[in-house]
């Protein structure tokens, strides 16, 4: 049986390298350990085993482990810089060997490398065995859940360390390609962000990603589309149009997948 309460002590150890006063870093454990919860609740829906519900937490606990010295080193969360924290994480615990602390058994580990290396990605590409990607999905869904949370209550400033500017985000506009990808009812290239808005509107795209339709009704029941769009006071006329029209697109998407 795995053991998740071994996983955890091994994490914890692991973070004392880092400082836990930075809020970028609570951000992250915070959100770890969310993700665990719903990856917990996505697993028992879906009426996976014991071991796989472990698994998935397991995978969860593990997900963002490159995330805490991508923000050492560069003091923010962008993946397109150089710094991949799902390349990394997949490498200090695969090449590096560190997967042991966490898990004894080997015969996980292929799930484990596919989930990780598969989480922050445009889309899942390459894996075709079923276990392999229905946890590939788990943890994406998962992921993305809680990034609605996360980007409904912390600081703009943790969020989007990068590029947030308080004094001109009332007043940006959306890419016309952000834009158009979003009524297509698309996920947002990385590349193809411009504004600060382009970010907010790349998170609401996340929905477009969801796989299982639990994930959907979780997104609806907690109202999250709303809530972050309302986040922001958009002060051009023709933002809070298209912020409309996002609106309009991603509930009516949801009333679609809705089961």
């Given at each position: 049986?795995?053991?998740?309460?071994?996983?955890q002590k091994?994490?914890?150890?692991?973070?004392?390298?880092?400082?836990?006063?930075?809020?970028?870093?609570?951000?992250?454990?915070?959100?770890?350990?969310?993700?665990?919860?719903?990856?917990?609740?996505?697993?028992?829906?879906?009426?996976?085993?014991?071991?796989?519900?472990?698994?998935?937490?397991?995978?969860?606990?593990?997900?963002d482990i490159?995330?805490?010295?991508?923000?050492?080193?560069?003091?923010?969360?962008?993946?397109?810089d150089g710094?991949?924290?799902?390349?990394?994480?997949?490498?200090?615990?695969?090449?590096?060997?560190?997967?042991?602390?966490?898990?004894?058994?080997?015969?996980?580990?292929?799930?484990?490398?596919?989930?990780?290396?598969?989480?922050?990605?445009?889309?899942?590409?390459?894996?075709?065995?079923?276990?392999?990607?229905?946890?590939?999905?788990?943890?994406?869904?998962?992921?993305?859940?809680?990034?609605?949370?996360?980007?409904?209550?912390?600081?703009?400033?943790?969020?989007?360390?990068?590029?947030?500017?308080?004094?001109?985000?009332?007043?940006?506009?959306?890419?016309?390609?952000?834009?158009?990808?979003?009524?297509?009812?698309?996920?947002?290239?990385?590349?193809?962000?411009?504004?600060?808005?382009?970010?907010?509107?790349?998170?609401?795209?996340?929905?477009?990603?969801?796989?299982?339709?639990?994930?959907?009704?979780?997104?609806?029941?907690?109202?999250?589309?709303?809530?972050?769009?309302?986040?922001?006071?958009?002060?051009?006329?023709?933002?809070?149009?298209?912020?409309?029209?996002?609106?309009?697109?991603?509930?009516?998407?949801?009333?679609?997948?809705?089961?």
């Amino acid at each position: 049986m795995l053991d998740f309460e071994k996983a955890q002590k091994a994490f914890q150890e692991y973070l004392q390298q880092y400082d836990t006063q930075d809020g970028k870093i609570v951000l992250k454990i915070k959100h770890t350990y969310a993700v665990v919860e719903k990856s917990e609740y996505l697993a028992k829906c879906l009426k996976l085993d014991q071991n796989h519900i472990q698994l998935a937490k397991i995978i969860a606990l593990l997900h963002d482990i490159g995330r805490f010295e991508q923000v050492k080193q560069t003091e923010n969360f962008s993946d397109v810089d150089g710094f991949d924290h799902a390349k990394y994480g997949v490498k200090i615990l695969f090449e590096d060997g560190m997967i042991r602390k966490f898990v004894d058994e080997t015969g996980w580990d292929n799930i484990i490398h596919d989930a990780i290396e598969q989480h922050n990605q445009y889309e899942i590409t390459g894996i075709l065995a079923k276990m392999n990607l229905l946890h590939c999905q788990i943890i994406r869904d998962a992921d993305k859940l809680d990034n609605f949370r996360v980007k409904e209550e912390e600081p703009f400033e943790n969020i989007f360390p990068q590029i947030y500017n308080p004094e001109t985000i009332e007043y940006e506009t959306i890419s016309p390609k952000v834009y158009k990808d979003f009524m297509e009812r698309r996920c947002i290239l990385a590349k193809d962000r411009q504004t600060q808005l382009d970010y907010w509107v790349c998170c609401i795209a996340f929905l477009f990603d969801l796989n299982f339709s639990i994930s959907i009704q979780y997104v609806r029941d907690n109202h999250y589309v709303d809530r972050l769009l309302n986040r922001i006071n958009y002060r051009r006329e023709e933002t809070k149009k298209k912020i409309e029209n996002i609106r309009e697109c991603a509930n009516e998407y949801m009333e679609e997948r809705g089961e």
